[in-house]
């Protein structure tokens, strides 16, 4: 059985850095898609970064370009959302999710995991939250 099992958030001053992690276990595909969400309250489910299991790596616009966030992922398949310089806006609950993928072909480039709808991910961690105080 899939799982994801989050760790880490709290809350943190404006300014301040925060890491979580979200160690995916129980998966037995060898291509998969890994991403952040974060959803505030009312408001819908909005994507954060996804990674590809090849370590193909998309961020989603709403923090693509800031330099704030950094995804990386080990070798024991826990992917990691480390946050700096955060914002009372970055206050939210953050989710990882993940969703198998088809193999991929010698030399295929990497695909099926870019930022889109939480609806294309199937499982999902329990959660985070993150809160920034000004």
């Known amino acids: 059985e899939v799982q994801l099992v989050q760790t880490g958030g709290g809350s943190v001053s404006a300014g301040g850095s925060l890491t979580l992690s979200c160690r995916l276990t129980?998966?037995?595909?060898?291509?998969?898609?890994m991403a952040w969400f974060r959803q505030v309250a009312g408001k819908e489910r909005e994507g954060v970064a996804y990674?590809?299991?090849?370590?193909?790596?998309?961020y989603a616009d709403s923090v693509k370009g800031q330099g704030r966030f950094t995804v990386s992922r080990d070798v024991a398949n826990t992917l990691y959302l480390q946050m700096n310089s955060l914002k009372p806006e970055d206050s939210a609950t953050y989710y990882c999710?993940?969703?198998?993928?088809?193999?991929?072909?010698?030399?295929?480039?990497?695909?099926?995991?870019?930022?889109?709808?939480?609806?294309?991910?199937?499982?999902w961690g329990q959660g985070t939250q993150v809160t920034v105080s000004s």
């Open positions: 999710a993940a969703e198998p993928l088809p193999e991929l072909l010698d030399g295929e480039p990497p695909s099926g995991c870019s930022p889109g709808p939480a609806s294309e991910l199937r499982y």
């Open positions: 129980g998966s037995e595909y060898n291509s998969f898609c």
């Open positions: 990674m590809h299991s090849t370590g193909s790596l998309k």
